[in-house]
């Protein structure tokens, strides 16, 4: 009987992942548009698949409006416990489209935070509940789509072995300035299942350097 609870147990923590539902303590999935993952806390594990732009299941409702250069929190529900890199991106939304509906398609995304691991007996990242995330003081003000991703690699030694939890924020950035976004990439198509930051063996031997999968990071 105790090895088969065991079991269960090894189980269950196999199978509970986690979402990325809110921003900003607004209502799940009102800000944040409604990903596939929202009841069976599921990831992307295909590179190549559309679902790895937002992992969309519905279009968005509500946009909460952020100050440019300030912080917005991202929820992990529960938290980003696997070890993995947290990265979050920005994509402006054209004048005259709604930003409750418009589809990020093509060279749109820029990279504005990609976590770096700390380095010693294991690789190890923030496995945290909430990401501050600061938006550029220079970008333009408007509507935005915030991509935001934790990329779990505790089995990542294998091609399509890491395992991507994300979603797409709606957020207004004010004030700002006028500072064009450089590097910027589409989703599907900014990484590869080789890209040495996704396919990468974290537990032996343990790494001494760590390459996050995408573009350059965006800075003022």
């Not at 990831?43 to 790895?52: A, C, P, R």
């Not at 040495?196 to 390459?211: A, K, R």
Request: aromatic letters at 10%; charged letters at 10%; proline letters at 8%.
């Amino acid at each position: 009987m105790k090895t088969f609870t065991l079991l269960l147990a090894a189980a269950s923590a196999a199978s509970a992942h986690y979402t990325l539902p809110t921003i900003n303590s607004a209502p799940a999935w009102s800000a944040v548009r409604q990903a596939k993952n929202w009841q069976d806390n599921g990831f992307v594990g295909d590179v190549t698949s559309s679902d790895i732009r937002c992992n969309q299941l519905s279009a968005g409702n509500e946009t909460v409006a952020v100050a440019a250069g300030a912080n917005v929190k991202v929820a992990v529900n529960p938290n980003a416990y696997h070890p993995g890199p947290f990265q979050s991106y920005l994509a402006k939304v054209p004048d005259g489209q709604d930003v409750n509906k418009w589809d990020p398609t093509g060279a749109v995304w820029f990279r504005i935070y990609a976590e770096q691991p700390k380095f010693g007996s294991q690789l190890s990242w923030l496995s945290a509940a909430n990401y501050d995330i600061k938006i550029p003081a220079c970008i333009a003000p408007g509507k935005y789509l915030m991509r935001n991703e934790h990329i779990a690699l505790h089995v990542a030694q294998s091609s399509g072995g890491a395992q991507f939890y994300l979603s797409c924020a709606q957020i207004e950035v004010t004030g700002g300035g006028s500072k064009a976004p450089t590097n910027l990439v589409a989703f599907p198509g900014a990484y590869k299942a080789s890209d040495p930051g996704i396919l990468i063996n974290v537990n032996y031997p343990v790494p001494t350097s760590y390459v996050n999968p995408g573009p350059a990071t965006f800075t003022c």
